[in-house]
């Protein structure tokens, strides 16, 4: 798009410098073309630089910054989406819900740090423990869900089961392990 606009500005300028009737002398010209070519960079620059902000803006309205999972907001995006192509394809759609056992205590005795290494390490089992077309969701607070689509009953439990296991497993706060509760 930018590059289109960049080859209009540009034959509009040459267009208008080669008409007499507007541009009479040649100091003309050169004045009218490198004013035009200058303000015609600036707008493209700005442009550019607006489009990659608003970019940004965008996933960071529809993702967690600490975990990286789809926030509230891209989760109910991403599950109608989901919802209508299961509807279409008659494949099986399932949603995985978990929480971290007594968060508010890691949080409120460690404090919010150590709460957001928390966070951090079960966002990384997750995406380590599911299939990469799952879709990764943290709403708020230590509650997060993985859709999981096209995935029988015996895989979901079986899913859910590993996912409950590494991160009782792997994931400390001080010498406590951190445990989930799993519903589907």
Same mark, same amino acid.
């Given at each position: ?32 073309? =490198? ?25 960071? =309205? ?9 926030? %509230? ?37 460690? &404090? ?14 997750? %995406? ?12 708020? &607070? ?10 029988? =009953? ?28 799993? &519903?589907?």
């Amino acid at each position: 798009r930018g590059w289109r606009a960049v080859l209009v500005s540009a034959l509009t300028i040459a267009a208008l410098a080669t008409i007499d009737t507007v541009l009479a002398t040649l100091t003309e010209k050169a004045i009218f073309v =490198a004013t035009s070519l200058v303000v015609s960079l600036f707008a493209f620059v700005f442009a550019s630089r607006a489009e990659h902000q608003r970019a940004q803006l965008e996933k960071l =309205a529809r993702h967690d910054p600490l975990t990286g999972a789809s926030n %509230r907001r891209g989760m109910q995006e991403e599950l109608e989406v989901a919802i209508a192509a299961s509807e279409r394809n008659g494949e099986p759609l399932a949603l995985f819900v978990f929480d971290l056992d007594h968060f508010k205590q890691v949080n409120d005795s460690l &404090g919010h740090d150590a709460g957001d290494r928390v966070l951090v390490q079960v966002a990384g089992i997750v %995406r380590a423990s599911t299939p990469a077309d799952d879709r990764f969701f943290r709403p708020g &607070g230590g509650e997060f869900e993985v859709l999981v689509p096209g995935a029988a =009953a015996t895989t979901l439990f079986a899913i859910a089961e590993k996912l409950r296991h590494t991160v009782e497993n792997e994931v400390r706060c001080g010498s406590r392990p951190v445990t989930i509760s799993v &519903g589907a």
